[in-house]
């Protein structure tokens, strides 16, 4: 296959992008947290075809995304809690890992053999209407090749999965920067998966519930396994100062060769995060070295990605 066709998310661009789904290709395509690559939910050859683009193992689960609630009923049960959750915080950047609703009108290979079902109702208007046009939910881990540094533009889709896909529509970079909150909701009972823009703050709020952090070592959820998001290049993090050779990202007062947030604002840092990172790894540094990151709120999630950057590879 050729490099990847960039074209505008317009409404020409979605209708070409959806007939390509229909076919059981996948296409990348903007969200308001990372850019996906987008397939058929209900189809294992195009769920198949996801993993295969991305080179994903197929025991590490897919979310479904869904234009509204009928859609997700269809898919998944909800309980009271997971209702509440989906009042306040849907469409947006919050993923609910629920049972699966019986008869399920997706493909097993999207839940890796687990009996729940992780579910997403996107805010972006980009991959709304793409749902629309296919009329079918839509499987969409992000667009990088497996254990990656994530997709915030578009042609980090299309560096990363050069060769592999077909599409990628161009809907400018994305909002929040990194990848949704993942939580489990069962028996009246939150569990935290991954941590993102949905603080836990913000859930214990909405529910009326504590949420468990704790890490059971299982991979339940997308973005559990402990090397992910990661560049060619090794990691040091919390670094006050670059080494000779390394890229220094910084953070607040710790300027370095680029800067998430001078200002020490963490929304603004989370936005910025990926793109940093795929700076620094196209430069001619050997390393990259990263700022310290205050570890509450958004740093939480945005440290839970550098942690993985940097953990040893596989």
Do not use: C
């Amino acid at each position: 296959m050729t490099a990847p066709r960039i074209i505008p998310a317009d409404k020409a661009g979605i209708a070409e992008a959806a007939a390509l789904i229909v076919q059981g290709q996948p296409v990348g395509v903007p969200s308001e947290t990372v850019y996906g690559l987008a397939g058929d939910a209900t189809s294992g050859d195009a769920v198949a075809a996801i993993y295969a683009a991305k080179g994903r193992p197929s025991f590490n689960p897919l979310i479904v995304h869904v234009v509204d609630l009928a859609m997700a009923e269809s898919i998944a049960q909800f309980s009271s809690i997971a209702r509440r959750l989906a009042d306040a915080f849907w469409p947006g950047p919050l993923t609910m890992v629920l049972p699966q609703a019986a008869d399920a009108p997706i493909a097993s290979l999207v839940t890796a053999g687990l009996p729940t079902v992780a579910v997403r109702m996107p805010s972006h208007p980009v991959m709304r209407a793409l749902i629309d046009a296919t009329g079918r939910p839509l499987a969409a881990p992000s667009a990088n090749a497996s254990g990656a540094i994530s997709a915030t533009r578009a042609d980090h889709v299309a560096r990363s999965l050069d060769g592999r896909i077909a599409l990628v529509l161009d809907g400018g970079p994305t909002e929040v920067g990194i990848e949704s909150t993942i939580v489990a909701v069962a028996d009246n009972r939150l569990r935290l998966l991954r941590p993102g823009s949905i603080t836990v703050e913000m859930l214990e709020a909405a529910s009326g519930l504590a949420v468990d952090s704790t890490d059971n070592g299982t991979i339940e959820a997308p973005g559990q396994m402990l090397s992910h998001y990661a560049p060619s290049k090794p990691v040091r993090l919390d670094a006050g100062n670059a080494a000779p050779g390394e890229f220094l990202i910084g953070f607040g007062t710790v300027e370095g060769e680029a800067n998430l947030s001078p200002s020490g604002a963490l929304t603004e840092a989370a936005a910025r995060l990926f793109d940093i990172l795929h700076q620094a790894d196209q430069s001619e540094a050997s390393a990259i070295a990263i700022a310290r990151i205050p570890d509450t709120g958004l740093g939480l999630a945005i440290n839970d990605r550098l942690k993985r950057a940097a953990a040893p590879r596989p």
